[in-house]
């Protein structure tokens, strides 16, 4: 005896996203650089007032975001890390964990 067919339609497979041809997105390298010194000056100028040195400003070429390459002021830096360190309580580490991590405290000799 022969099987009736279903009255139900099977759904178009999904489109597939296609690949962007190269080049066609995000900026040139060449535009990725910004030399206008007006670009992010009011973030340029707090990380000067603070001690901190801007190296450099460019556009992350995929999602054009302005990023600015700047180096803090040294003793910020080790303020911030010690008051980390003042906080780590070592006591909380287990053995396990530091032995996966690859070290122990325990030593062999």
């Known amino acids: ?45 707090r990380i000067e007032r603070e001690g901190g040195q801007v190296l450099a400003a460019y556009r992350e070429p995929l999602g054009k975001n302005a990023l600015i390459l700047a180096v803090p002021p040294l003793e910020e830096v080790l303020k911030t890390m010690r008051e980390r360190a003042g906080k780590f309580n070592a006591d909380k580490i287990k053995q396990e964990d530091l032995a996966s991590a690859g070290g122990s405290a325990d030593y062999d000799d």
């Open 1 to 45: 005896m022969a099987k009736a067919k279903s009255a139900l339609k099977r759904a178009a497979p999904k489109k597939r996203a296609r690949k962007a041809a190269a080049g066609s997105r995000g900026l040139d390298p060449r535009h990725c650089l910004v030399e206008d010194a007006d670009f992010e000056k009011e973030t340029k100028e």
